[in-house]
């Protein structure tokens, strides 16, 4: 005699939300979670300052607003990027004028910061899928060889170091931001 296990229904895009949120946070894709990687130090410092020098530029005169770890559903998935920025215009609001609890979109820009244990591939796959539905710019930061891997739709990746100046959003060019710079905020001194 053979024992037959029940299979379990595939969870859903909405009753993976309506789960309680986890530490690290759990992403959904193809039915399927996963927990993100618990940022460390290197990631933690790239992702405040980095924010923090987007929303100095972008929020005082209404350009674009970068925010963190913040979810995103998108074509039925659920990602957690480190940083989505979205022009102005496209913020999500309620019709009270509020930022909106759930974010139904892609952020125009995202980035993601790699952490030790991270697989680049697993980051890579989440930043194809948020170009492929409209994100205009991605940057995956490596600090272990302090390099970042430019990603626009429809064209080759670019490999930024040292005293190559980012890409950003053409809202933002005053950024003015090199990868020299952003891994300069790794020294603290």
Known sequence: MIAISPVKPQLTLEN???LPETEPYSEYVDGKTGQKPMPQGEHSVIQTFLSGRI?????????????TELRCNI?????VPDISVFTWERIPTTSTGRIANRIDTYPDWMVEILSPEQSANKAIKKIMVCLESGTQLAWLVDPDDESVLIFKPQQFPEMKSEGDTLPVLEQLSMLGLSARELFSWLSIG
């Open 16 to 18: 993976f939300l309506a």
């Open 55 to 67: 929303n100095e530029v972008g929020k005082p005169s209404k350009i674009a607003l970068a925010l």
């Open 75 to 79: 074509n039925g998935r659920s990602y």
